[in-house]
Nanobody, 113 residues
Framework: VQLVESGGGLVQAGGSLRLSCAAS??????MGWYRRAPGHERELVAR????????DYADSVKGRFTISRDNAKNTMYLQMNSLKPEDTAVYYC?????????WGQGTQVTVSS
């Protein structure tokens, strides 16, 4: 199983970025994004369930971030709009199947004020 992330970078506050997570090696029941900022604990940002399409978001990103998934490509996306400096973090994608969770390598998102 391999998860390859892309799309991080530096953006000004109010800007947008789209993260991608391409998965290979299995099909997954859920996929999502966590982030970790310096001095903060890991935070679940958003997740999506394959069978139902249900999505969950952290309160801090509701209305600004949108998670989606292309099942045919086994790729997940996180569209991030109206970015704030407090969104600065390393973003990790994950994919779950049964009790196993796989992780991407992480991608840095930096939002300047």
């Amino acid at each position: 199983v391999q998860l390859v992330e892309s799309g991080g970078g530096l953006v000004q506050a109010g800007g947008s970025l789209r993260l991608s997570c391409a998965a290979s090696g299995s099909t997954f029941s859920s996929m999502g994004w966590y982030r970790r900022a310096p001095g903060h604990e890991r935070e679940l940002v958003a997740r999506i369930f394959s069978s139902s399409g249900r999505t969950d978001y952290a309160d801090s990103v509701k209305g600004r971030f949108t998670i989606s998934r292309d099942n045919a490509k086994n790729t997940m996306y996180l569209q991030m709009n109206s970015l704030k400096p407090e969104d600065t973090a390393v973003y990790y994608c994950y994919a779950g199947v049964f009790t196993i969770t796989y992780w991407g390598q992480g991608t840095q998102v930096t939002v300047s004020s």
